[in-house]
């Protein structure tokens, strides 16, 4: 996809068609690749700081932000990749990205996945902070909610993530208000 690219359109629900399965795999794959190869960088010395690997959890990103709409906002931590991936973003991306290259999302001011394009890709950058995504998703769904905008919202949390006030509050806020925000 060219930067200026929007997400792809979901299949129907309950579409499993041969062609969004092989979709489904080259995504789940792709994000195996790009980690085993960041991992390479990382123990060779290339990738500073840490190196964060959602092995084993693929299906989880990439089933996700396959089945948001365009319109839809996502805010993927840093085991997420194949849900930036799916959003557009391409393996160079990532990796000038970790190698802080300027010609990276972030223009190599960060080592990491910290890059977004919410209003293009409808992707949040990623907030280090445990538990911090839960209530900025939450409060722009509300935001969505309150000028009739139909869009939802979706990050993904950890464990460590449930013992932070911002996800106690955001949650709450979320379930207060009723709006359409995923929680992963």
């Given at each position: ?7 792809r359109?979901p299949a ?9 399965q092989l979709?489904m795999?080259?995504y789940?794959r792709?994000q195996r ?5 960041a991992?390479?960088?990382y ?12 092995r084993?959890q693929?299906a ?5 932000a396959?089945?948001?709409?365009p ?5 993927p931590?840093?085991r ?8 557009g ?15 990276s999302p ?6 990491s996945?910290?890059?977004g ?24 769904a509300?935001?969505?909610?309150l ?8 990050t ?27 929680l992963v």
């Amino acid at each position: 996809m060219s930067p200026k690219s929007t997400p792809r359109k979901p299949a129907p629900a309950g579409d499993l068609s041969p062609a969004l399965q092989l979709e489904m795999y080259r995504y789940l794959r792709l994000q195996r690749a790009v980690e085993e190869r960041a991992e390479k960088l990382y123990k060779g010395g290339h990738i500073h700081g840490g190196n964060f690997s959602g092995r084993g959890q693929e299906a989880i990103s990439v089933g996700t932000a396959l089945a948001l709409e365009p319109q839809d906002k996502v805010a993927p931590m840093i085991r997420n990749l194949g849900a930036v991936l799916v959003r557009g973003y391409s393996a160079k991306d990532i990796f000038s990205s970790f190698l802080a290259k300027a010609t990276s999302p972030n223009g190599g001011k960060d080592n990491s996945s910290h890059f977004g394009d919410v209003h293009g890709r409808g992707v949040v950058a990623c907030i280090s902070m445990l538990g911090t995504l839960v209530p900025v998703m939450t409060g722009m769904a509300l935001a969505a909610k309150l000028k009739k905008k139909p869009i939802v919202t979706l990050t993904y949390v950890g464990d460590g993530t449930t013992s932070t006030g911002e996800f106690h509050e955001g949650l709450n806020i979320a379930a207060l208000y009723q709006v359409p925000f995923v929680l992963v």
